[in-house]
């Protein structure tokens, strides 16, 4: 199996970084346009293989598009990060023309590989490399779900002073400040749900405090967050290379899946070796229906922006 993750910056990094030391590919490429970067985080991270015990080979190359050949999974890291005071939202006039550019240089050499998004405004890249590539909606795979349910579940056990990995919880919607929707009425304890056993004003707390941690840990370090979206990022490599049948929240196309169309917006899906092979419908009630569809028009103004700037 081979790995192209591009962006060598702090969360492609550790993306490869958490991909090597699973093994998830006999070969993993870490690609950067900045000179001699991608090749020195390589050899860093090599240096690290028998001390951790991993055998993979890790190569990283500055803007040779042509050495990720053949890659059956590529992560699409690339673009700027966010600062404080910034939103995600904030990053698409600079962001949208880099994940447009690698996107296509990757469908040169790629065009059966499973393309993972995790540049931001991650739903709205998505789309772009959906309606840039031409390729099937099973391809394309936006990231953000996976690393919100993941901070939702944290928060969950921080209520609940609980193991986090006892927990299952899932956030759907948008993965921005305000469009992503935590659903606490689905979320269990070893089965049992956990509206049984924190009252209603907690759970609005978690829900409030997912919904802006990445804003949080950017105001707390000064940049975007990198060990939980690099980890969520090699977490759906591991899916779909272990051909795992595992159900994340990614960003998506819709075709009328609930009540949607013509967007890329997080719903919980299986992941395997076919990339998104199947959309799970929750049943949403009323008032997270209509969250969701608020979520849509949301992200369904940020899309409009790329045709306004001529990409797609």
Known sequence: MKVTVVGAGAVGATCADNIARKELADELILLDIKEGFAEGKAIDMMQT?????????IVGVTGDYSKTEGSDVVVITSGLPRKPGMTREDL??????????VAENILKFSPQAIIIVISNPMDTMTYLALKSLGLPKNQIIGMGGTLDSSRFKYYLSQALNCNPNDLQGFVIGGHGDTTMIPLT???????LPVSNLLDQTTLDKVAADTMVGGATLTGLIGTSAWYAPGAAGAALVEAIIRDEKKLFTCSVSLEGEYGQSDICLGVPVII??????KIMDFNLTATEQAA?????????NMNAVLT???LI
Do not use: H, P, W
């Open 92 to 101: 698409i006039g600079i962001n949208a023309g880099i994940v447009k550019s």
């Open 49 to 57: 293989a028998t001390l951790l015990g991993f055998d993979t080979k």
């Open 292 to 300: 969701f569809n608020k979520s849509a028009d949301a992200v369904r």
């Open 308 to 310: 306004e700037m001529d």
């Open 272 to 277: 395997g070796r076919g990339g998104c092979e």
């Open 185 to 191: 009425r689905l979320a269990t304890y070893q089965s």
